[in-house]
């Protein structure tokens, strides 16, 4: 099963981050797209980028793909794939799709036709005509776009972004993925510095402290395809130890995590400890208004309130000028801060050396960066 189409799906806005991890894994023939990177690969490959990619959403494993224009077609060139391969005969799958600007556009039809193009195949291939569906479990995905036909199988399962290591969270967390790339956007390194003043649940810092340490994201936790036959337990064996001994346990790395809420720094120790990180992130409760620079050349990553409950604008817009003073005359410090507030760099009192529009949800947000001198040494 060499040569498989491989396909890791992204938030918008995060492509170009999720192909560089797969080009830095090996991956050269990446390509990216709106929402995804396509890459070929085999077996070893899907355990691989499950475990190892910290930016990408879900890892698809792409079964065909083809034109349809009429109900006819999408079952005979979806009956024509080699489901038979993967899908086993005690499996139990569903079908979930979506349709944009196509001829096809009833998504709960062709869901039903790729269901019955797929459970004829497999009698054929299994000469039986009732399946238990007691077995491990695919969801194959129909996706199609200006009639042009997708159909993989999801391998992940849960999402990338569930590492396993959040118990507990505070209201609207980061998703992880997504502070994994606020992460690889800075210019941080496991040798500098690194502060969140708006810590909450601890999702960057943990992301961070993960990075350091060269801890793979996916090795707290399953994934669907560990219960595939086509997969062998020796190819999860070998892919999970090469992993952990990966793990850099050597460098001393300095992660500093505040927050005012006294209620998310218990979490956010909570799930450092949980992800095997807390012996390097310092966490204090600390109110970022009263905060006082000592040192040069620090990091400061952080998604800081957005102000979008009623009455809390004023708050906010207060809170993003003391930020904007604190760090008036601190030319050794690269900042980095994540809001939906179209006026930041006003309110901050400083133009962004860079601006990145991102998605936190379905929350339109800008990345804003400050890039400070960097150490001699």
């Not at 036709?113 to 009698?123: D, N, S, T």
């Not at 505040?258 to 204090?284: M, Q, Y």
Request: hydrophobic share 35%; charged share 30%.
């Amino acid at each position: 099963m060499a040569n498989l189409k491989l396909i890791a799906t992204a938030t918008f806005g995060l492509e170009s981050i999720v192909k560089n991890e797969l080009i830095h894994l090996g991956y050269t023939d990446a390509h990216a797209s709106d929402g995804k990177v396509i890459f070929s690969g085999n077996k070893e490959d899907i355990v691989r980028t499950n475990l190892w990619l910290r930016t990408a959403d879900r890892i698809l494993l792409q079964m065909g793909e083809f034109e349809a224009y009429t109900f006819d077609e999408l079952f005979e060139k979806t009956k024509a794939l080699p489901w038979e391969q993967w899908i086993t005969e005690d499996a139990k799958f569903t079908v979930v799709g979506k349709s944009v600007k196509s001829k096809l556009y009833s998504v709960p039809d062709c869901q039903a036709i790729v269901k019955k193009a797929v459970v004829e195949k497999l009698k054929q291939k299994y000469h039986i005509e009732w399946f238990r569906e007691t077995g491990p479990e695919y969801k194959i995905q129909i996706s199609i776009l200006k009639d042009l036909v997708t159909l993989t199988i999801d391998t992940s399962g849960t999402g990338l972004h569930k590492r396993g290591y959040r118990t507990r969270s505070v209201e609207a967390p980061l998703k992880e993925t997504l502070a994994a790339a606020l992460i690889q956007i800075s210019y941080w390194n496991k040798n500098r510095k690194l502060y969140d003043f708006f810590c909450g649940s601890g999702t960057i810092p943990v992301e961070a402290a993960l990075i350091g340490k060269n801890i793979a994201p996916g090795l707290g936790r399953s994934f669907a395809c560990e219960a595939w036959p086509q997969i062998e337990k020796d190819i999860w064996k070998k892919e999970k130890t090469e992993a952990f001994q990966s793990i850099d346990q050597d460098t001393p790395i300095e992660i500093y995590a505040s927050d005012i809420n006294p209620n998310a720094i218990e979490i956010a120790k909570e799930n450092a400890i949980e992800a095997g990180v807390d012996d390097c992130i310092r966490f204090e409760v600390k109110d970022a208004s009263k905060i006082k620079i000592k040192e040069p050349y620090g990091i400061l990553i952080s998604n800081p309130p957005y102000g979008e409950r009623i009455g809390e604008e004023q708050e906010v817009t207060k809170l993003y000028r003391t930020l904007g003073n604190i760090f008036k005359n601190e030319n050794t410090w690269s900042v980095y801060m994540l809001t939906s507030v179209e006026s930041f760099e006003k309110l901050y009192g400083k133009k962004a050396d860079k601006k990145r529009k991102l998605y936190n949800g379905r929350i339109k947000v800008d990345f804003y960066q400050y890039f400070g001198a960097k150490p001699a040494h």
